[in-house]
């Protein structure tokens, strides 16, 4: 499948370290998301983007941002690794409006050590 | 949020049909009832949709109760590359405004034997 990839599928990372996930679209998809993967918590929303240069926090923002600054990519950075980050993260594209689906990436499994 | 109700897990055999019940109960007139599914190590995979009518296509069929206050998803012949995590979702508008999302609960945990 085209249309999204995450890059570094995988990464091993120290507590404190600053960490970029990056997500590609080549599907000019207006809405872009960031979510979590942990056991027992299920998928949670980091952050989305709803434009180029249009961010907002989602439900555990904290700790993360994000930036967009063209339409293709949508970055996520761990400005200071801790533990509680380790997780599986995911990308996700939509176009506005409930009638469309989300297509999601591959994921990145990032341990923090 | 909307919230819906599904089964920790079901099991089915291959080649068998498999329904997978959802209850939105207070889902709202506008919410669309969204279905995914995650393989095992993989990201999640849209299903189908709908918000009143049953819908088909070439993974499943999506039937809604006429008062919308349940849904169920059905897969009409099972095979063991259908075992996965099936998460059933109303795709609701988030209070900022900016974005429509997605809000993941448990799923239903669905075993093929084989």
């Known amino acids: 499948d085209a249309g999204i990839t995450q890059s570094p599928r995988h990464k091993v990372t120290e507590t404190g370290t600053p960490v970029t996930l990056r997500c590609h679209q080549t599907?000019?998809?207006?809405?872009m998301y960031w979510y979590r993967q942990d056991p027992g918590h299920g998928l949670r929303l980091i952050h989305y983007s709803y434009g180029v240069k249009d961010t907002d926090k989602g439900e555990v923002s904290d700790g993360y941002s994000v930036s967009r600054s063209k339409t293709e990519d949508f970055l996520l950075t761990l400005e200071s690794a801790t533990s509680s980050q380790t997780s599986v993260y995911f990308c996700a594209i939509s176009e506005k409006g409930q009638s469309y689906g989300y297509t999601f990436g591959s994921g990145t499994r990032l341990t923090v050590v | 949020d909307a919230k819906t109700t599904q089964p920790n897990s079901m099991e089915s055999n291959e080649e068998e049909p498999v329904h997978l019940p959802c209850n939105h109960s207070t889902i709202s007139g506008t919410d669309y009832i969204h279905w995914y599914r995650q393989l095992p190590s993989q990201g999640p995979e849209y299903v189908i949709h709908?918000?009143?009518s049953n819908v088909n296509n070439r993974m499943a069929s999506l039937a809604i109760a006429e008062d919308r206050k349940s849904s169920t998803l059905i897969l009409h012949r099972a095979t063991l590359r259908d075992a996965a995590v099936y998460y059933c979702?109303?795709?609701?508008?988030?209070?900022?405004?900016?974005?429509?999302?997605?809000?993941f609960g448990k799923g239903t945990h669905l075993i093929i034997q084989p």
């Open positions: 599907e000019n998809h207006r809405y």
């Open positions: 979702i109303l795709r609701v508008p988030y209070s900022g405004g900016g974005a429509d999302g997605l809000t």
């Open positions: 709908g918000l009143t």
